[in-house]
């Protein structure tokens, strides 16, 4: 089980960005894929999860991102994307995508964490 997340940078507040999260090892069909972040000084938190198409598919959002952030999958290329608008300074930290290869976000580890993580990418909203 495999997953890299990238597309960080440095943006403006205001500002958007796309994260990616590549998946292989497992069939990304089945499976909720959950975004974490972490800042320094500052306890990991869940930022959002999708459960698997072949469960209910539904999508969930901290309270932090909600109406600002967006999660979507695309099976076909083993993808799981993070759209990110209105972006604030708050919201620089390294982001992680992850799974514990359930098939529902509801049943997971999500929020608390997951089972199988990528390597980060860097989010830095300042201007």
């Known amino acids: 089980v495999q997953l890299q997340a990238s597309g960080g940078g440095l943006v403006q507040p205001g500002g958007s960005l796309t994260l990616s999260c590549a998946t292989s090892?497992?069939?990304?069909?089945?499976?909720?894929i959950g975004w974490f972040r972490q800042a320094p000084g500052k306890e990991r938190e869940g930022v959002s999860c999708?459960?698997?198409?072949?469960?209910?598919?539904?999508?969930y959002y901290a309270d932090s991102v909600k109406g600002r952030f967006t999660i979507s999958r695309d099976n076909g290329k083993k993808m799981v994307y993070l759209q990110m608008y209105s972006l604030k300074p708050e919201d620089t930290a390294v982001y992680y995508c992850?799974?514990?290869?359930?098939?529902?976000?509801?049943?997971?580890?999500?929020?608390?964490?997951?089972?199988?993580w990528g390597q980060g990418t860097q989010v830095t909203v300042s201007s």
């Open positions: 992850a799974t514990d290869l359930t098939l529902e976000c509801v049943g997971s580890k999500w929020p608390q964490g997951l089972d199988y």
């Open positions: 090892g497992f069939t990304l069909d089945y499976y909720a």
């Open positions: 999708i459960s698997s198409s072949e469960g209910d598919g539904r999508r």
